[in-house]
T-cell receptor, first 113, second 111 residues
Framework: ETGVTQSPTHLIKTRGQQVTLRCSSQ?????VSWYQQALGQGPQFIFQ???????GRGNFPPRFSGLQFPNYSSELNVNALELDDSALYLC????????????FGQGTRLTVV | EDQVTQSPEALRLQEGESSSLNCSYT??????LFWYRQDPGKGPEFLFT???AGEEKEKERLKATLTKKESFLHITAPKPEDSATYLC????????????FGAGTRLFVKA
């Protein structure tokens, strides 16, 4: 086990709704990255937070937003859900922005119907 | 455009049959290249980080190498428990600390 926990593990939402996913990073890690992984594909980088600031962003629309808290836990918020948002959402924590050794959680499986 | 391509998409080996997985990348200003293992329904598990051409790292039956254009993950005498998807990722380029993953190689090792 990596010490990175994500909640919930599974979620079903209706198109147009909003969702919040949560990630508790490994103790001592100040950097959290979020990824979207479609079935059979590699993870796609959404964004990274370092010491509560967004530190890099992938090609995702603004309806994907995030937060990092003083204890370095993090949230991913997705507004106006679309069917294509159905995927496994992964959170990874690391000691530094360079992701020298990133530890992933088990992911949240989001299904949009 | 920053890009990572992994080959083959799938690889079937007999137990003990050594082979290599390839990861080709295009990125300016490489900060690091990473290898992960992912089992079905789980998050990726960190294996290696490589920073510069010529660097090599080993862990049990796995050895990762890096050149300026590609990385190889060599698997020596694999066992059925090595069956998984192996993911390659790079960090660098114009995206700051963006990490780009390849689609992965699905490895099946038969006893």
């Amino acid at each position: 086990e990596t010490g990175v926990t994500q909640s919930p593990t599974h979620l079903i939402k209706t198109r147009g709704q909003q969702v919040t996913l949560r990630c508790s990073s490994q103790s001592g890690h100040n950097t959290v990255s979020w990824y979207q992984q479609a079935l059979g594909q590699g993870p796609q980088f959404i964004f990274q937070y370092y010491r509560e600031e967004e530190n890099g962003r992938g090609n995702f629309p603004p309806r994907f937003s995030g937060l990092q808290f003083p204890n370095y836990s993090s949230e991913l918020n997705v507004n106006a859900l679309e069917l294509d948002d159905s995927a496994l959402y992964l959170c990874a924590s690391s000691l530094a922005r360079r992701n020298t050794e990133a530890f992933f959680g088990q992911g949240t499986r989001l299904t949009v119907v | 455009e920053d890009q990572v391509t992994q080959s083959p998409e799938a690889l079937r080996l007999q137990e003990g049959e050594s082979s290599s997985l390839n990861c080709s990348y295009t990125v300016s200003g490489l900060r690091g290249l990473f290898w992960y293992r992912q089992d079905p329904g789980k998050g990726p598990e960190f294996l290696f980080t490589l920073y510069s051409a010529g660097e090599e790292k080993e862990k049990e039956r796995l050895k990762a190498t890096l050149t300026k254009k590609e990385s190889f993950l060599h698997i020596t005498a694999p066992k059925p428990e090595d069956s998984a998807t192996y993911l390659c990722a790079v960090q660098g380029g114009t995206g700051g600390f963006k990490t780009i993953f390849g689609a992965g190689t699905r490895l099946f090792v038969k006893a």
